[in-house]
């Protein structure tokens, strides 16, 4: 190999593998932003279900005295 010695390519291929590692932790983090985010709405909507169960008990509970 003409001025490509072992060194140059493990080198490379060091590199090249450190990148692949810091690349998978950035989608990483964005899926887990992403998640973050869907667990929010679910729990606002958990909330205004909630919300609506007891105005719906409340309006029964008075119905019925």
């Known amino acids: 190999m003409a001025g490509i010695d072992v060194q140059t390519i493990t080198l490379a291929i060091i590199i090249g593998t450190l990148l692949a590692i810091v690349y ?3 989608v990483l983090v964005l899926m887990e932003r992403r998640i973050a985010r869907i667990e929010m709405h679910v729990e ?3 909330d ?6 007891l105005k719906i008990e409340r309006t029964i509970g ?3 005295k």
């Open 24 to 26: 998978s932790l950035r």
């Open 48 to 53: 205004k279900i909630i919300r609506e169960e």
């Open 62 to 64: 008075k119905r019925r």
């Open 44 to 46: 606002r909507v958990v």
